[in-house]
């Protein structure tokens, strides 16, 4: 049978986002690659008067692509172009996505469940791999622990975004429950039993982003909706979370472990003690630096290419014993928004960021609601949209979540 132009638009899009599966845990080339068909893909297929029409009506869409606007315009004022124009490319995806993704005609049921069960069980290996390394020597995994690190993972060791991708297998789980999307009740149970797992092995790994992602979003919401429906489990859920908050630091000694630095590094950076090696004081820091160099240039910030230089020099003055390779840039979307584009990219983003909670779509679907706190809570600790693992998260999976709202309340409407 020949492929129609939609069905290969389709199949070209699923190929692409399983690329992108593999190359975010495994190969940069691979991401950069698949995202590139990703954004290529929908200019390829015709449609495109009906993409632009429909992009044009939708906002939020709109202020996605300022992500990158805004930073192509600070070029003005950079010094450094080169490192400007770098940190441009890899904001790329937010110009393009939004459009090349603003529908794809033929995506079904079938296809949302085959991304989302390769991507909870690809994830799911991933946390097997890091256990056996724990396993296998736990004395020395644990002596990780007492100075700030972690265990080992995949996505090149950067724990923060595999918790991120965990806490979006547990989304796409709780998605497919409440969409009864999985037929059988054995892979049902197995999707249950990996995402009990993966909670389980938050709090093994114990990185602050997945157990704020577990704690303070994804129990929240769903403990608020349950209660407006059944009071009774509301209160056994968080009873539940409770209980197993409790055991955990108590049994798991990673957890134990991780606490007790940040408690200890929470007392040296709040009297000023900064040794230059604790994570927690340096994310402080950077705080600070961006902080004060937005402070010095409040309407047009320094410029993307700059900012690395003024955070280096912001360090040599006032803290010259943390090593370059520890000098991080603000960690904080909005202290990096306005250190780099000024108060007007601080405004244009926090704007971006309020749309889906004045979104109906995207407040009525538990799940992308979830995903978007989780989101915005993230920005205050990490410049998440500031290098390639993150642009990736940041924009597919957002991309993604619009992709299903629509479904779901076209499907509502039908």
Not at 75 to 95: E, H, V, Y
Not at 99 to 106: D, E, K, P, R
Request: one cysteine or more; hydrophobic letters at 50%; proline letters at 3%.
């Amino acid at each position: 049978m020949e492929l129609n132009k939609k069905q290969l638009e389709l199949y070209v899009f699923l190929t692409a986002a399983f690329a992108a599966v593999f190359g975010f845990l495994f190969s940069r080339a691979v991401l950069s690659i698949s995202t590139i068909i990703l954004c290529a893909n929908g200019f390829l297929w015709g449609d495109t008067r009906g993409k632009w029409q429909a992009f044009k009506q939708q906002p939020f869409l709109i202020g996605l692509t300022l992500l990158f606007f805004i930073p192509l315009i600070s070029g003005l004022w950079s010094n450094d172009l080169g490192l400007w124009w770098f940190r441009c490319q890899q904001k790329i995806p937010l110009l393009v996505l939004p459009f090349s993704l603003v529908y794809i005609q033929q995506l079904k049921s079938k296809h949302i469940v085959q991304f989302h069960v390769l991507w909870i069980f690809t994830i799911f290996l991933g946390s097997l791999w890091s256990l056996s390394l724990y396993i296998g020597d736990p004395d020395q995994m644990i002596q990780l622990y007492k100075v700030s690190k972690v265990l080992p993972t995949w996505a090149e060791n950067d724990h923060i975004r595999f918790t991120i991708a965990i806490i979006i297998s547990i989304l796409f789980a709780l998605y497919m429950e409440q969409n009864n999307s999985l037929k059988g009740s054995a892979v049902k149970w197995i999707i249950r039993g990996i995402s009990i797992w993966l909670i389980i092995f938050l709090h093994i790994i114990s990185v602050k982003t997945g157990l704020i992602g577990l704690y303070l979003v994804i129990l929240p919401v769903y403990g608020i909706h349950l209660w407006k429906k059944k009071k009774a489990l509301s209160i056994l859920l968080i009873f539940i979370a409770l209980i197993t908050l409790g055991l955990s630091v108590r049994m798991i000694p990673t957890l134990r472990e991780r606490i007790n630095y940040m408690i200890y590094d929470h007392n040296l950076w709040s009297n000023e003690k900064f040794t230059g090696t604790d994570s927690d004081s340096n994310r402080i820091l950077s705080l600070k630096a961006g902080w004060e160099i937005w402070k010095n240039n409040f309407f047009a910030g320094v410029g993307y290419g700059d900012i690395r230089s003024d955070v280096d020099k912001w360090f040599d003055k006032n803290v010259p014993i943390v090593k370059s390779e520890q000098r991080f840039l603000p960690l904080n979307q909005w202290i990096f928004a306005g250190s780099t584009t000024g108060i007007v990219g601080v405004i244009i983003f926090s704007l971006i960021i309020c749309l889906p909670f004045f979104n109906k779509k995207w407040t009525g679907t538990l799940t992308s609601l979830c995903f978007w706190i989780f989101m915005t809570i993230l920005f205050t600790y990490e410049s998440t949209i500031e290098d390639q693992r993150g642009v990736y998260l940041f924009s597919f999976m957002t991309l993604w979540w619009h992709l299903l709202i629509n479904i779901n309340h076209h499907n509502k409407l039908s």
